[in-house]
């Protein structure tokens, strides 16, 4: 894979995690055109960076646990 569509792929994650608006790790993994275990890569990728993400049972979506917005994501 690219840099570039890793790049895209994690904002396109990052902002679908922002907007709670993910749905389950499968709906997840067809929305971002990745596998199960990519995904799970990107996932810790994220956490690596610092962010904290969650996963809601009741509303099926992941969440940043603690996030502070600002300009710069990652």
Do not use: H, P
């Not at 995690?17 to 997840?28: F, H, P, R, Y």
């Not at 969650?54 to 979506?61: L, N, V």
């Amino acid at each position: 894979m690219r840099f570039v569509d890793k790049k895209q792929k994690l904002d396109y994650l990052f902002e679908l995690i922002d907007n709670d608006n993910t749905g389950t790790a499968d709906e997840l993994c067809k929305k971002i055109c990745v596998s199960k275990r990519t995904f799970v890569r990107y996932l810790q990728d994220l956490r690596d960076l610092g962010y904290q993400i969650g996963f809601c049972t009741q509303r099926k979506t992941y969440y940043f646990v603690e996030y502070r917005r600002c300009n710069a994501r990652y």
